[in-house]
């Protein structure tokens, strides 16, 4: 590993759905001068849009069911509408970026999820040989900004549906051998929550003892349960720092300012 510093940044929740607050993120980060992968998913409009075309959604644990119809739905909502509309916003800041799914540049390959109970349909796993590390390292060096969406390809093909959390931790593991990588996790809410309902209790620190005992008592579960599980897959493979936190705390955070709205991995 260098010393070049890199963050994997991944925007999600309502920070992404709500274009306003999503503008506002865009142009916070565009001032950042280290350089910086941005993963965003997009759930909630997909949903929508499938909602409009009467294909039904299922989620498992935070993790959606991606029939044929739905992987339709997830590349024209994930790889189309929303993540050209980021390297649109991005390009307005001066923050000259490249919107790519895994399929382009063969940058992220998956193998489509076999499960011995449930049939998750067109949706891919990573595995430690899924990122192409060099192609990244070299649209970092030519001064180019990736935004990677959760759209991936099994190399037959197929595009599958990857939960943009777990491409985040791919990113920032696989990229840990060549910087020294922090990996942040930014959504509307100021960090992991004690009570989901209480705003205010945000957990400052949070290690793998007090995650397993919060996630057997049924503190934390649903869709923070597979973020969580990156964050300590992250932090056990080479990853500098982690946070979960409020997307408006980002430059806070990075100036070391505030952690008043960050959950730290430890």
Do not use: W
């Amino acid at each position: 590993m260098n010393n070049q510093k890199l963050l994997i940044i991944k925007i999600g929740g309502n920070s992404i759905d709500n274009k306003f607050e999503l503008a506002q993120f865009l142009e916070t980060i565009a001032t950042i001068n280290t350089p910086f992968i941005l993963v965003h998913g997009g759930g909630k409009l997909a949903t929508d849009l499938a909602e409009k075309l009467n294909i039904p959604q299922q989620l498992i644990d935070g993790r959606r069911i991606t029939d044929a119809e739905t992987i339709k739905i997830a590349t024209m909502v994930y790889a189309g509408y929303i993540n050209k509309n980021i390297v649109a916003l991005l390009q307005k800041n001066n923050k000259n970026s490249l919107g790519l799914s895994g399929a382009d540049a063969n940058l992220i390959k998956t193998t489509k999820r076999i499960h011995p109970t449930i049939d998750y349909g067109f949706v891919g796993d990573l595995n430690a040989e899924s990122v192409n590390t060099d192609f990244l390292e070299n649209i970092i060096n030519f001064g180019l900004t990736p935004v990677v969406n959760a759209i991936t390809h099994d190399g037959n093909g197929l595009l599958l549906n990857t939960n943009a959390d777990s491409i985040a931790n791919a990113l920032a593991v696989s990229l840990s051998s060549k910087y020294e990588v922090s990996l942040l996790y930014c959504f509307e809410k100021k960090g992991v929550l004690l009570d989901p309902s209480n705003d205010d209790s945000v957990i400052k620190t949070l290690n793998h003892q007090q995650y397993e005992q919060l996630k057997n008592d049924g503190t934390i579960s649903k869709g923070m349960l597979p973020k969580l599980d990156n964050c300590f897959n992250a932090l056990q493979n080479g990853v500098s720092a982690i946070g979960i936190l409020k997307a408006t705390n980002l430059l806070g955070f990075l100036n070391k300012t505030t952690h008043e709205y960050t959950t730290i991995i430890e």
